[in-house]
Structures are given as structure tokens and as C-alpha cells.
């Protein structure tokens, strides 16, 4: 039986009445989401990919405990388990936006812009008055321990990492009652329409905690896409704060929030490590999650900054010379010109998803051209930097800095790390300087 058919039977089966118009619209890791109508009736069904019956019981009681706490969430129409021990679930089909840089350019959507922080706000307070007993199975891991463990599982040097472990373990805040917290609460998990957040998706990282997590999160740098405001590109902090406790949340801590965004930065630096990670493990060969592996730099760089360190500027770098032995265009110049092609030609020739992954090939020509041209200039960089930090590589001055060899890392340290998360940069996205 085909994917497709097999959904069919289970909307069939569960709402007992055949379906029709049945479209995929996504296939993530961990789950894969289709689209039908029943008789008349738009609906969602989401399938976990992985049989995970803890997983599953605790998204549809949170589910329906978000609806009753009158978070803006889609109404559950059903919920089951397949023939292969896989969940899935059956919402109502809620319209609107989901793609951030659509949320914050698209003119159809500039009153949500002006709307969305204090609905944000609104909306958090209301998950974190959500009951705990209402949830089945809230774990309450320790995130910082849990954090460090996945960062070693991977056994890359990182020393800007190394700094924030330090930094979060030595500014960690005092314990506080704990909430029900979303877990990924940004732009991307919320649909959006002309009149502001219509709906809060993904609630697979669901968990008992810090409700500051929750408000520290949706104000990385990452998930602003771009954009000027700190919370989500689109509004303040001081709105965000406004807003949450106006809705009957409790009395925010604006230290907390920024160690939960210190710790949120690192998380998805992290999180881009295990992305790449699983293409070159061969879990899942995708071209998009190879790019993601240089993003890595981006929140290495924001993490300093979210410490409080000054970046140093930019160096000025000239391309390399081509050796003389090749013919002219160099290699950097040919694979500028397919990028050209990519980002001219194909882009604007496809909708979805194919246009969205011709984008990200183009990016990644874009970074291979500015390798091979700046190369040479970047290691002679490292190389100096490593000798005057006295180690050996990366490595050595990571497990330096994570051992305290070098006590607190002072102003040499520290700009020696920036100068290589810049130079990073410098290849892997110069425009995020």
C-alpha cells in the first residue's frame, strides 16, 4: 500500500467517512503531514515517523489541554494509532502563513507585524497556566546537563561553544516552580494571518520547566530571520514582558530570559551540528541539512555577543590569485557563474519546495567559491592565531577553556575565538557581518 493510500485509510477509519483531496505537504524527520477534505471539511493528519506511544500520549493530552486554555491551537478532531505502532493526529485545518520571511515582508501581513508581539505574549502566558496534570508524561530533564551531553555525543571543538557552557553554568539561575513550556515556540511552529497568530504548531518538545524558556527562545537571533525586533522580528522585549503578564503570566525576570537566550542560541547551534551530522551519517542525505552545518558559525558569533563580548572588525581579504595553470574563468569564477544560474534562472522558475532548494544549492556554490578564494589568507589567519594562543588546534583550545586551564577566558581568548567565528563567516555568510 502506497504512503498516500495508507493515509486515506486512516482518515477513513477514523472519521468514517471518506476522504478526499488528500495532498502531503511536508515530510520532516520526525513526522510527515498531509492534507484532505472530509466531507467539506479541511483537515490536518500528522504521522509520527518513529512509533513513540509516550510521545504521541503526550502531544494529544497537551493538545487538548492547550484548547481549553484557550491557546490558539487547531480543535482535535481525532487521534489513534496505526497498524505499525505509528501516532497520528487529526486537527481541523487553520489558514494562514507559516513561513517566517513571508510573516514579516508580505504587505497582506503588515497589521500582524504590529499585532503579533502582544498575541505572542498572550499566547505563552496561556500555555504556562496550562495544568501539569493535564499532560500526560512532562518530563523536567535537566536542559543544560542534557545540552552538554548531545554536544559531546558529537566530538567537534567548538571553543565559542566551550565559553557559553561556561558562561550559562556560571550565571545559571535559581530553581523556580516549573510550567508547562512549549519547547520551540518561534516563527515557523505559529501560522499567521492578516489578523495576527491564528495558531500554535509542533508542540513535540512539550516539557515541564522555566517559563522563561518559552519567552527567551522565541527572541534568538536566528528565528528573527533578518529582521530588526528582538522578538521575533517584529516587536521588543519590553512588549513581549508587557503583554505576557498583562495576560496573567507570571512576573518576568529579564535575567532569565536572557540566560534562557544565551542557552537558546547555543541549543541551536548545537542543533545545526546535529542537522549535518545526519547527512553525513547517511540518516538523511539532503543537501539542505549539509548547508545547515555552516550555519553553525552564526550562533557562534551570536552567542558572544548575547555574553556581552565586542566582536573584533572584519579583516580585508583579496581574493587569491589563480596559480597559472588553468584557463581562465578560475574555479572560484565558474562556480560563481553556476550560482548565477541557480539564483537567475532556476529559482524564479519554481514554486515550493523545488524553488526553495534550488536557493539553497546556489548558497552552497556561493560558499565552495568563497573557500577556494579566501582559503589560503583564512589558514595562514588560523595558524597565527594558534600560535599565539599557544595550542595546538581548535581542539586543544577548546578542552583548555573547558577544563579552566586558562581560568575565566580573558580579552586574548576571547578575540582569538572571534577573529575564528569571523573568518567562518567570511565563507560561510559574510552578510551576517
Given at each position: 500500500?502506497?504512503?498516500?493510500?495508507?493515509?486515506?485509510?486512516?482518515?477513513?477509519?477514523?472519521?468514517?467517512?471518506?476522504?478526499?483531496?488528500?495532498?502531503?505537504?511536508?515530510?520532516?524527520?520526525?513526522?510527515?503531514?498531509?492534507?484532505?477534505?472530509?466531507?467539506?471539511?479541511?483537515?490536518?493528519?500528522?504521522?509520527?515517523?518513529?512509533?513513540?506511544?509516550?510521545?504521541?500520549?503526550?502531544?494529544?493530552?497537551?493538545?487538548?489541554?492547550?484548547?481549553?486554555?484557550?491557546?490558539?491551537?487547531?480543535?482535535?478532531?481525532?487521534?489513534?494509532?496505526?497498524?505499525?505502532?505509528?501516532?497520528?493526529?487529526?486537527?481541523?485545518?487553520?489558514?494562514?502563513?507559516?513561513?517566517?520571511?513571508?510573516?514579516?515582508?508580505?504587505?497582506?501581513?503588515?497589521?500582524?507585524?504590529?499585532?503579533?508581539?502582544?498575541?505572542?505574549?498572550?499566547?505563552?502566558?496561556?500555555?504556562?497556566?496550562?495544568?501539569?496534570?493535564?499532560?500526560?508524561?512532562?518530563?523536567?530533564?535537566?536542559?543544560?546537563?542534557?545540552?552538554?551531553?548531545?554536544?559531546?555525543?558529537?566530538?567537534?571543538?567548538?571553543?565559542?561553544?566551550?565559553?557559553?557552557?561556561?558562561?550559562?553554568?556560571?550565571?545559571?539561575?535559581?530553581?523556580?516552580?516549573?510550567?508547562?513550556?512549549?519547547?520551540?515556540?518561534?516563527?515557523?511552529?505559529?501560522?499567521?494571518?492578516?489578523?495576527?497568530?491564528?495558531?500554535?504548531?509542533?508542540?513535540?518538545?512539550?516539557?515541564?520547566?522555566?517559563?522563561?524558556?518559552?519567552?527567551?527562545?522565541?527572541g534568538v537571533r536566528a528565528w528573527r530571520f533578518g529582521a530588526a525586533g528582538t522578538v521575533a522580528g517584529v516587536g521588543s522585549d519590553d512588549e513581549l514582558f508587557e503583554a505576557y503578564e498583562a495576560a496573567g503570566g507570571p512576573a518576568v525576570d529579564p535575567a532569565r530570559v536572557r540566560w534562557w537566550r544565551v542557552f537558546g542560541?547555543?541549543?541551536?547551534?548545537?542543533?545545526?551540528?546535529?542537522?549535518?551530522?545526519?547527512?553525513?551519517?547517511?540518516?538523511?542525505?539532503?543537501?539542505?541539512?549539509?548547508?545547515?552545518?555552516?550555519?553553525?558559525?552564526?550562533?557562534?558569533?551570536?552567542?558572544?555577543?548575547?555574553?556581552?563580548?565586542?566582536?573584533?572588525?572584519?579583516?580585508?581579504?583579496?581574493?587569491?590569485?589563480?596559480?597559472?595553470?588553468?584557463?581562465?574563468?578560475?574555479?572560484?569564477?565558474?562556480?560563481?557563474?553556476?550560482?548565477?544560474?541557480?539564483?537567475?534562472?532556476?529559482?524564479?522558475?519554481?514554486?515550493?519546495?523545488?524553488?526553495?532548494?534550488?536557493?539553497?544549492?546556489?548558497?552552497?556554490?556561493?560558499?565552495?567559491?568563497?573557500?577556494?578564494?579566501?582559503?589560503?589568507?583564512?589558514?595562514?589567519?588560523?595558524?597565527?592565531?594558534?600560535?599565539?594562543?599557544?595550542?595546538?588546534?581548535?581542539?586543544?583550545?577548546?578542552?583548555?577553556?573547558?577544563?579552566?586551564?586558562?581560568?575565566?577566558?580573558?580579552?586574548?581568548?576571547?578575540?582569538?575565538?572571534?577573529?575564528?567565528?569571523?573568518?567562518?563567516?567570511?565563507?560561510?555568510?559574510?552578510?551576517?557581518?
Amino acid at each position: 500500500m502506497s504512503g498516500r493510500d495508507h493515509i486515506i485509510e486512516i482518515l477513513n477509519g477514523a472519521l468514517g467517512i471518506d476522504a478526499d483531496e488528500v495532498i502531503r505537504l511536508s515530510g520532516g524527520a520526525s513526522r510527515e503531514t498531509w492534507r484532505a477534505s472530509v466531507d467539506g471539511q479541511a483537515v490536518i493528519l500528522q504521522r509520527q515517523r518513529v512509533a513513540d506511544r509516550a510521545g504521541f500520549d503526550r502531544e494529544v493530552s497537551v493538545l487538548r489541554a492547550a484548547h481549553a486554555a484557550g491557546v490558539p491551537v487547531p480543535r482535535l478532531v481525532a487521534s489513534g494509532i496505526d497498524d505499525g505502532g505509528h501516532g497520528y493526529v487529526i486537527t481541523e485545518a487553520i489558514t494562514g502563513e507559516t513561513i517566517a520571511r513571508r510573516i514579516l515582508r508580505d504587505d497582506a501581513l503588515a497589521h500582524a507585524r504590529e499585532v503579533l508581539t502582544g498575541q505572542i505574549g498572550a499566547a505563552l502566558a496561556r500555555i504556562h497556566a496550562i495544568d501539569p496534570g493535564d499532560v500526560d508524561g512532562l518530563g523536567a530533564p535537566d536542559p543544560l546537563d542534557r545540552l552538554r551531553a548531545t554536544f559531546d555525543a558529537m566530538d567537534e571543538a567548538h571553543p565559542a561553544f566551550e565559553i557559553a557552557f561556561r558562561w550559562l553554568a556560571e550565571h545559571r539561575p535559581a530553581p523556580v516552580q516549573p510550567t508547562v513550556v512549549h519547547g520551540d515556540f518561534r516563527l515557523g511552529n505559529l501560522i499567521v494571518g492578516p489578523d495576527g497568530l491564528r495558531s500554535v504548531l509542533d508542540w513535540e518538545l512539550v516539557h515541564l520547566g522555566d517559563p522563561m524558556e518559552d519567552l527567551g527562545w522565541v527572541g534568538v537571533r536566528a528565528w528573527r530571520f533578518g529582521a530588526a525586533g528582538t522578538v521575533a522580528g517584529v516587536g521588543s522585549d519590553d512588549e513581549l514582558f508587557e503583554a505576557y503578564e498583562a495576560a496573567g503570566g507570571p512576573a518576568v525576570d529579564p535575567a532569565r530570559v536572557r540566560w534562557w537566550r544565551v542557552f537558546g542560541t547555543l541549543g541551536w547551534g548545537v542543533i545545526c551540528m546535529m542537522q549535518a551530522r545526519a547527512h553525513l551519517r547517511g540518516v538523511a542525505r539532503s543537501h539542505e541539512l549539509a548547508a545547515i552545518g555552516r550555519r553553525v558559525c552564526e550562533n557562534e558569533y551570536d552567542v558572544l555577543i548575547e555574553i556581552g563580548h565586542r566582536p573584533p572588525s572584519p579583516p580585508v581579504l583579496e581574493a587569491a590569485a589563480p596559480s597559472g595553470l588553468h584557463d581562465a574563468p578560475s574555479g572560484s569564477e565558474l562556480l560563481d557563474s553556476v550560482a548565477e544560474f541557480l539564483t537567475d534562472q532556476v529559482v524564479p522558475a519554481h514554486e515550493g519546495r523545488l524553488g526553495f532548494h534550488a536557493r539553497v544549492a546556489a548558497n552552497i556554490v556561493s560558499i565552495v567559491s568563497r573557500e577556494v578564494s579566501l582559503g589560503p589568507q583564512l589558514e595562514d589567519r588560523r595558524q597565527e592565531r594558534l600560535e599565539r594562543l599557544g595550542v595546538v588546534d581548535e581542539a586543544d583550545l577548546a578542552a583548555q577553556i573547558r577544563s579552566g586551564v586558562l581560568g575565566t577566558p580573558g580579552a586574548v581568548v576571547i578575540d582569538a575565538v572571534f577573529e575564528s567565528v569571523i573568518d567562518k563567516l567570511l565563507v560561510a555568510n559574510p552578510r551576517y557581518l
